[in-house]
């Protein structure tokens, strides 16, 4: 199992990038009157037929012909119901996927956030032509990080350009910690 959810997510939204997304939005909201996070990553990419949608959960199901085992959506959804909470995905061929995890907020298992900065830092670095969006609340605090807005300011500069990257993890770093809620 991975020990943080930002591992989580850097694992779902790998799989959309295999998938050929060219944006992909991940939500995370917390509310801690309802005592829940949620946490969403939904992508443009080639999106999965029912059969397969059935059998992602199986540890022993995967697409890879490289191996025989697929075990990061499992735990993911293992770590989400561990907590109370619940796990589905949607999918839709040749629209995309959305993946949602929902946890108890202040279970005793839920696993920490974790470096979510440098977890969609490294989707940036790894898949820079990739389109990322971060929609982030706590509560009644949100902020969304878009790296298209940031193409826009850019022009012909990439994001995955060290001091980019070094500024993007520092915007995130400095705007979920103005939300407030610690995860």
Known sequence: MMP????????????????????????????????????????????????????VTDPFFTT??????G???????????????SFTIDSKLNVGTTTTAIFGL?????????DLPGSISTLIQASPDIDFVLDYSADDKA?????????????DVPLNAPEILAYIEGFLSENIAECGVEL
Do not use: W
């Open 106 to 114: 202040t279970h005793i298992d839920r696993m920490p956030m974790g």
């Open 64 to 69: 890879r012909t490289t191996r025989k085992v």
């Open 143 to 155: 902020f969304t990080m878009d790296t298209r807005e940031f193409r826009a300011i850019l022009g």
């Open 4 to 55: 943080e959810l930002s591992l989580n997510i850097l694992d779902v939204a790998k799989n959309s990038v295999t998938a050929g997304a060219s944006l992909i939005t991940i939500t995370v909201a917390a509310n801690t009157a309802a005592d829940s996070l949620k946490i969403a990553i939904a992508d443009n990419g080639c999106g999965m037929s029912e059969e397969q949608v059935a059998r």
């Open 71 to 85: 075990l990061g959506i499992p735990f993911f959804k293992m770590a989400a119901e561990l907590t109370g909470g």
